[in-house]
């Protein structure tokens, strides 16, 4: 009789493990929810391209728009609750797609700040380079604001020349991708 018992406490032990534990489930509920709040932090216009429901679509955007913190960490709950029915790799793909995006938007940013500074602080060479790299370029344009953009410099007045300069150098370079 006794061995009777043993045996079925062998057999219930064997299934106890055969489900994650709750702490296993509620680490996976909280890396969805993560996941979620990633998604929240995206655009409107790029949550819209996200790989799921309309209706986790809108509560995200609804979350965008509560003010109240506990408001927002109710609804950053819910989202995690609609979470769980989402293909969670389509979703990290997805925001890694945007992280990579950034990436180079910074750089192109970096490598735009780089041009301008050369311009402005090197003169005639730095222009003759860039037409060099960027023979689309139309320079008498180019010119123009750059000319505006030092006269600003010298009256030590601001008048939106060196961002306009800026503007065209990302625009010569970003035609060119």
Same mark, same amino acid.
């Given at each position: ?25 509620? +680490?996976? $509920? !909280?890396?969805?929810?993560? /996941?979620? &709040? ?6 409107? %216009? ?20 509560i003010s109240s913190?506990?408001?927002?960490? +109710?609804? $950053? !709950?819910?989202?995690?609750? /609609?979470? &769980? ?6 979703? %990290? ?85």
């Amino acid at each position: 009789m006794n061995q009777d018992k043993e045996a079925d406490n062998s057999a219930e032990s064997e299934n106890w493990y055969d489900e994650p534990s709750k702490s296993q489930r509620k +680490r996976e $509920m !909280q890396a969805l929810q993560d /996941l979620g &709040r990633q998604l929240a932090k995206l655009k409107p %216009e790029q949550i819209k391209d996200a790989p799921v429901e309309q209706r986790l679509v809108d509560e995200i955007l609804e979350y965008q728009s509560i003010s109240s913190h506990e408001a927002q960490r +109710r609804q $950053m !709950q819910f989202i995690g609750k /609609l979470m &769980r029915s989402v293909d969670a790799e389509a979703v %990290e793909t997805f925001i890694a797609r945007f992280r990579a995006d950034s990436d180079h938007h910074l750089q192109r940013h970096h490598e735009v700040e780089q041009w301008r500074d050369a311009m402005l602080n090197g003169g005639n060479d730095a222009l003759t380079d860039f037409v060099g790299q960027h023979p689309a370029t139309n320079v008498q344009h180019l010119r123009q604001i750059l000319r505006a953009a030092h006269k600003d410099l010298k009256d030590n007045k601001n008048r939106g020349a060196s961002k306009k300069l800026y503007r065209e150098i990302k625009a010569i370079l970003d035609a060119e991708d």
